[in-house]
């Protein structure tokens, strides 16, 4: 089934620790997000992709590092991992910019 | 960058009609969506206006009016299934897609 998978599901993780939120999708979608959704806060962009190879920041980038290699899959790395960063972290993906985006089902992170 | 605003909450009775109201402030536009998004689910996609004017689609009708950098979703003959947040997005010209902090409906009987 044609679509957008992040893993893990939940995760939680002792501060300090690396970590890499997994996001692929199959439908040759050439823009892709990252979002952390915070309760008050809605949804905030960290990194976004608008093709393989190029990447840009969005509202709150520090603390978080993306790579997009290939059209399917952009991953987000926290490189220390703070408990400022629980929070629920969606990826989406759409065929253009300015096209409707999907979001994958979301990963719950905590840090403790 | 954006500023998006939108109401925090509203409540409505099944059957009537609710209009979410959101207005933005950005660099530059590309075009303003409408995402519903259920307690613990994704958000799923509802509306895209890039011109000015009425969208409808069913139950559910985006106006955009970009002078006025103001959107509001309406929907109509509400059912209890549309209790959710409701989330304004706006696109900028630097194809940034940014979130307003969205409007939970509740609809009661």
């Known amino acids: 089934i044609a679509g957008i998978t992040q893993a893990p599901t939940s995760q939680i993780l002792a501060a300090g620790r690396r970590m890499t939120l997994r996001c692929t999708q199959d439908?040759?979608?050439?823009?892709m997000y990252w979002y952390r959704q915070d309760l008050g806060l809605g949804l905030r962009l960290i990194h976004y992709?608008?093709?393989?190879?190029?990447?840009g920041k969005g509202e709150v980038p520090d603390g978080y590092s993306v790579s997009r290699a290939n059209t399917d899959d952009f991953p987000l790395t926290l490189a220390s991992a703070v408990p400022s960063q629980t929070s629920v972290y969606f990826c989406?993906?759409?065929?253009?910019?300015?096209?409707?985006?999907?979001f994958g089902q979301g990963t719950r992170l905590t840090v403790v | 960058g954006q500023n998006i605003d939108q109401p925090t909450e509203m409540t409505a009775t099944e059957g009537a009609i609710v209009q979410i109201n959101c207005t933005y402030q950005t660099s530059g536009f590309n075009g303003l969506f409408w995402y519903q998004q259920h307690a613990g689910e994704a958000p799923t996609f509802l509306s895209y206006?890039?011109?000015?004017g009425l969208e409808e689609k069913g139950r559910f009708s985006s106006f955009l009016s970009r002078s006025k950098g103001y959107s509001y979703l309406l929907l109509k003959e509400l059912q209890m299934k549309d209790s959710a947040s409701y989330l304004c997005a706006v696109l900028s010209n630097d194809y940034k897609l940014s979130f307003g902090a969205g409007t939970t409906v509740t609809v009661r009987a």
């Open positions: 992709s608008n093709t393989a190879g190029t990447t």
């Open positions: 439908m040759r979608h050439n823009a």
């Open positions: 989406a993906s759409s065929p253009t910019e300015n096209t409707e985006a999907f």
């Open positions: 206006n890039v011109l000015d």
